[in-house]
């Protein structure tokens, strides 16, 4: 099994490393507490917790874990190993996640070598998938004072893989675990993630056979599965929904988008079904403020009722043109946009950069690279940008966390005190119904404050050659969470 | 001669501080910061501030930039070039690792562009402003006129469409496996090569052209020598010693088409690695390719102009 | 000392010996007549560099004249007729965003050549001055300004292009300063050996012995006599200095969106939809290399007429 991405891992921390770039070729190193039935519409299951309840009042949830697993070193897994991850990812674990569980989480304790009680700070609907996403992984206890966090004495797990070898810019490569806990897994001796950061080349690749997959739910572009339609009778195409949107970031605190009108001008002018076309070839998916395929999103019949949804384009221009002038624009506006730089990100933020100048809005775009776009994002020092935002957990609370007042990665500076008390809310109610309730009130607020605008959302799309067996359907976040390879095997034994 | 070469050698220290230097300021007056790199890479990556400025205490980013400075230099000093900021190996490790297989790719390079240049350099001067002079200078210059990633990625495409092939992934030395190194190496080698040739090609034109007009040639054909012999034995002996003073010219221009080409063909080598240190801020590693790089060029550069000054009696040193 | 024969591109203003000049109008119109003649052999003597001469200057042409060629708004997105091959409507087809190529082609000569010609003029006279200093000078200076040139001369110029406008952020001004900078050692060395080469002759030893100053020697003497090699190492360095442009902008580095850039049409945009709608990088593939191709054929044709030692007998 050969895939390609697009760089390489910083660390082997998952902990830490939450891109796909480490999410992907670690993850099968490892289990979690729980995990997502990938078969099965990504329900959450028992992993290396058998099963576990919640008690009464929501705070406390008791994991009775499983007996006679091994660590790939050998050793045995107890409760001591689950609790010192639970606890590591809590305190230094990445940022992403840190801030969403340092929110409930309160502290474990193993009452015997099989038995974890977490005690939250509040009840939490979130908790569990926060805890089956890749990151949350259970390491060896006390692993990071034994090894560095950039060796691969780091890599002990007890997962379907271990390690093989690594080779930084190159590739990393994992073998099958002979002593895998769960009976005949996995069926494949083992894997390599290949670097390639260009997308012409990886489909070379793949096209050569050199590449079982494009990537895990990545790297196929419309035009490129158009030639493998063609040419490739032996190629699938996979496409799902992806927890991954076109974010443009407006500055709320300083003129000109302090005034809502201005940012609802913005939202009117932009041309969604021309973006989705352009930057995407119509493998996009319109939505709000959440990912549309989500029970918390508002209905779609709903979200179309809105100005900024509707088809009248030219209605549309009217009124964002009226809005400008009202806010004191009427001459037009310039504004500064800091775009990453790449050919993943550029065509979106051209198509609006093309809309906005229809209504009178010219954007300066400075290209930028990652870190120093987001150097000047975390200081606040922009009036706009533009960069693809994700989630690797499909919870509400990660989707509504960054636009809570004061979050750290509300880079937009955006602050409703309503918005947080709804946040609260519906973070300590469990029934899906009633959570949807209170998220489509946040998004009828988001909706009519509009923080930031969303283009679309993405399409997960990959090409797999067909002598693969039992790949995952595709959903969400199935960049992060595609099964660990678990029960994937390939026809002959070859798998391109 | 003596005197020449030592105080060569001792030139060579300012100059390669020079772009130590040079490197270090670009580098480090650049916005952006490599703490914010380390914490994360992809969309979905977020901050918090103690996280950050922890990292900066680990990488010493909170130091000044004198001190930065003065620890870096003394770390050269004891070859010592620090750690990878974003591998967090050893840098001189990196370099291990990844040195070979640029050696290689320039070696080919540098065979192949030899193989096709000094031929054609000899034809177009020797037959000058004729057919074949046009011709071979028509090659020549479209090398210098296509963009070289745009050839890389022409073949690469090509050998795709055409044959579903690409060079292998795997790599291995070239005493190990040298069908498998050829396969591998000789497209990105011809797609750097091509441009390199078409350099040595004209530098070979010019010499020969001036070499054909000097006295000795003169002489020769005066003593009724044939013409093959008089540009074989003759002209092309001399002709080549201003090529080789182009060298490091072509390494630099050599370094800079392994860097796209390393890049298109994801070929793990040196010029990729900059290209990754670069948008990495991985300052550590940049300083330390810039200053290996410079060494390696003042050391052929040295060895140029020894060779030459040897070779060549006109040339006198006071 | 170089020796200006007929059959040569005579530079206008290259005294061999010091001449007083005491009517400017006939200097002026002997100057006229001489480059005439200097042209129409040049044509003759050697076609391909006239070629190249034709190419440049049609290019020059292109992207002064743009929004007069341009059918057009070469920006304007329109999404309902995106990749569309060539035809009538659009002469090079469509772009991903429904961009007519042809325009942005024609649009994209501004970058390519204002770019080329201002990195290169910046780069090799900053360089050429250098050079001057240097070697007129000598002692200190020119210790100096070769120390300076070696530290230049060891850093690979695409790798100092690219830190140069990583640190400056990409804008035209920067791209062109980026590629400007590792132009100038090379103009410089060229320069000084030059003017080495003049400074010991025997007029400049005649001109100080009746008390000219520096700067009158420097004016009246070596300028006129660097003329040729800098005009030689300038054309050189042009179609480089288009490359490296289109580098940067392949590697993301060059003038940003969404001016029409050849270099980013060929690669970011074109490279995508290589195989189902070739067209797209066609244009801009061909036009760049045809500008480069041009630089280098006109660079070869002037060099072999410029320095005598290569002349053809």
Not at chain 1, 192 to 213: G, N, P
Not at chain 2, 142 to 147: A, E, F, R
Not at chain 3, 224 to 250: D, K, M, Q
Request: hydrophobic content about 45%; charged content about 20%.
């Amino acid at each position: 099994m050969v895939w390609a991405v697009h760089e390489y891992m910083p660390s082997f921390d998952l902990h830490y490393e939450t891109s796909y770039i480490a999410g992907q070729p670690l993850g099968p190193l490892y289990n979690n507490l729980v995990t997502l039935d990938v078969y099965d519409g990504n329900k959450i299951v028992g992993d290396l917790a058998e099963r576990w309840d919640v008690g009464d009042d929501g705070t406390r949830v008791t994991f009775r874990l499983r007996k006679g697993v091994k660590f790939h070193d050998g050793s045995d897994f107890t409760c001591a190993d689950a609790q010192w991850s639970l606890d590591r990812l809590a305190k230094r674990g990445n940022p992403t996640f840190t801030s969403v569980l340092k929110g409930v989480y309160g502290s474990s304790r193993c009452t015997d070598d099989f038995t974890l009680v977490v005690s939250l700070k509040q009840p939490s609907a979130g908790f569990l998938s926060l805890l089956a996403g890749v990151n949350a992984a259970v390491m060896k206890r006390g692993i990071d004072e034994r090894a560095d966090r950039k060796h691969p004495g780091f890599l002990v797990g007890t997962g379907p893989f271990k390690y093989k070898s690594h080779t930084p810019g190159v590739d990393f490569q994992a073998q099958r675990n002979p002593s895998y806990w769960k009976p005949g897994l996995p069926h494949l001796d083992g894997y390599r993630a290949v670097v390639m950061s260009d997308l012409t080349k990886i489909f070379a690749s793949f096209r050569a056979r050199q590449l079982t997959m494009t990537g895990i739910a990545r790297h196929l572009e419309k035009p490129e599965a158009d030639i493998l339609k063609k040419e490739f009778p032996d190629a699938v195409v996979g496409l799902g929904p992806r927890a991954c949107w076109d974010n443009y970031v407006m500055n709320v605190t300083a003129p000109p988008f302090n005034d809502r009108r201005v940012r609802k001008a913005i939202a009117l002018a932009t041309d969604r079904e021309k973006m989705i076309e352009i930057a995407v070839e119509g493998w996009g998916l319109l939505g709000g403020f959440i990912s549309p395929y989500l029970p918390f999103a508002l209905p779609a019949e709903e979200l179309k009722q809105y100005a900024q949804y509707q088809p009248d384009m030219d209605k549309r221009r009217a009124e964002a043109r009226r809005l400008l002038a009202d806010a004191g624009y009427a001459k037009g506006l310039t504004v500064e946009l800091l775009l990453r730089r790449g050919p993943l990100y550029e065509p979106g933020a051209l198509s609006r950069q093309d809309d906005l100048k229809k209504i009178g809005v010219t954007e300066k775009i400075v290209l930028l690279d990652t870190a120093t776009i987001r150097d000047r994002t975390l200081k606040g020092d922009f009036q706009t940008y533009t960069l693809p935002a994700a989630v690797q957990y499909d919870d509400p609370d990660v989707y509504y966390g960054r636009l809570v007042c004061e979050n750290a990665s509300n880079t937009g500076r955006y602050c409703n005190a309503e918005f947080d008390k709804l946040y609260r809310a519906q973070t300590e109610t469990f029934d899906v119904t009633k959570r949807a309730e209170i998220t489509r009130k946040m998004e009828r607020i988001l909706l009519a404050d509009l923080p930031d605008d969303r283009g679309y959302y993405w399409t997960s799309s990959m090409g797999y050659w067909n002598r693969v067996q039992k790949w995952p359907p595709i959903a969400g976040t199935s960049v992060y969470n595609f099964g660990k390879f678990e029960q994937v095997w390939c026809r002959g034994g070859k798998c391109m | 001669m003596v005197t020449y070469i030592l105080r060569r050698i001792l030139l060579m220290v300012p100059t390669l501080l020079g772009a130590v230097t040079l490197i270090f300021l670009v580098m480090r007056l650049l916005p952006g910061d490599a703490a914010l790199y380390i914490l994360g890479s992809d969309e979905a990556s977020q901050l918090n501030k103690e996280a950050l400025a922890q990292v900066r205490q680990e990488l010493g980013l909170d130091h000044s930039l004198p001190v930065q400075y003065v620890q870096w230099l003394w770390g050269v000093v004891r070859l010592d070039f620090g750690t990878s900021y974003w591998t967090k190996q050893p840098v001189i490790e990196e370099l291990a690792q990844r040195y070979p297989m640029t050696a290689n790719l320039a070696v080919l390079s540098l065979l192949l562009s030899t193989v096709i240049a000094v031929p054609i350099g000899v034809l177009s001067a020797v037959k000058q402003d004729t057919f074949a002079d046009y011709a071979a200078r028509i090659f020549v210059i479209t090398g210098l006129s296509l963009p070289n990633f745009w050839l890389a990625i022409l073949i690469i495409l090509g050998l795709v469409h055409y044959f579903r092939w690409l060079p292998p992934l795997d790599y291995a030395p070239f005493w190990v496996d040298p069908w498998l190194n050829v396969k591998q190496l000789v497209f990105p080698a011809a797609a750097t090569g091509y441009r390199l040739s078409a350099i040595s090609a004209r530098m070979t034109r010019s010499s020969v052209l001036e070499v054909l007009r000097d006295d000795y040639v003169r002489t020769a054909r005066a003593k009724g020598l044939h013409e093959r012999a008089v540009v074989l034995k003759h002209a092309l002996r001399n002709a080549l010693l201003p090529v080789i003073t182009i060298t490091s010219v072509e390494l630099l221009i050599l370094f800079g088409g392994l860097v796209v080409v390393e890049t298109v063909f994801t070929i793990p080598g040196i010029g990729r690695f900059l290209v990754d240190a670069i948008i990495h801020r991985d300052y550590p590693s940049i300083q330390a390719l810039v200053f290996v790089f410079s060494v390696f060029v003042v050391v052929v550069n040295l060895l140029v102009d020894i060779i030459y000054a040897l070779l060549d009696p006109r040339i006198r040193y006071a | 000392m170089p020796e200006l024969e007929g059959g040569a591109l005579r530079i206008p203003a290259v005294p061999v010996t010091t001449v007083e000049v005491t009517d400017a109008a006939a200097a002026r119109a002997r100057v006229v007549s001489a480059a005439w003649h200097s042209l129409t052999s040049f044509l003759r003597r050697k076609p391909l560099g006239a070629i190249g001469a034709v190419v440049l200057l049609i290019f020059v042409a292109v992207a002064v004249l743009a929004p007069v060629l341009a059918t057009h708004d070469p920006d304007l997105n329109n999404h309902r007729a995106r990749i569309k091959s060539p035809s009538a409507q659009h002469w090079f087809g469509t772009d991903n965003f429904g961009r007519d190529i042809y325009s942005r082609v024609v649009y994209g000569a501004r970058i390519s050549m204002s770019v080329g010609i201002l990195a290169t003029l910046l780069g090799t006279l900053v360089g050429a001055l250098a050079g001057l200093c240097s070697g007129f000078f000598g002692g200190r200076v020119d210790q100096t300004v070769q120390r300076i040139a070696d530290v230049m001369f060891t850093i690979p110029p695409l790798v100092l292009a690219m830190a140069i406008v990583t640190m400056l952020g990409p804008s035209m001004v920067n791209v062109t300063i980026a590629i400007a900078i590792p132009r100038m050692p090379n103009t410089n060395r060229v320069i000084r050996s030059a003017v080495l080469g003049v400074k010991e002759s025997l007029f400049v030893e005649a001109s100080r012995a009746v008390g000219s100053t520096s700067w009158h020697i420097m004016w009246r003497h070596l300028l006129p006599n660097i003329t040729a090699p800098y005009i030689v190492v300038a054309t050189a360095s042009l179609g480089g200095a288009i490359l490296v442009e289109a580098s940067l902008s392949f590697l993301g580095l060059g003038v940003p969106p969404p001016v029409p850039s050849w270099g980013r049409m060929l690669s970011l945009e074109g490279m995508r939809y290589f195989e189902t709608a070739p067209w797209m990088a066609f244009a801009p593939g061909v036009f760049i290399s045809a500008a480069v191709f041009g630089a280098n054929l006109f660079g070869d044709a002037l060099r072999d007429v410029l320095d005598p030692k290569l002349r053809g007998q």
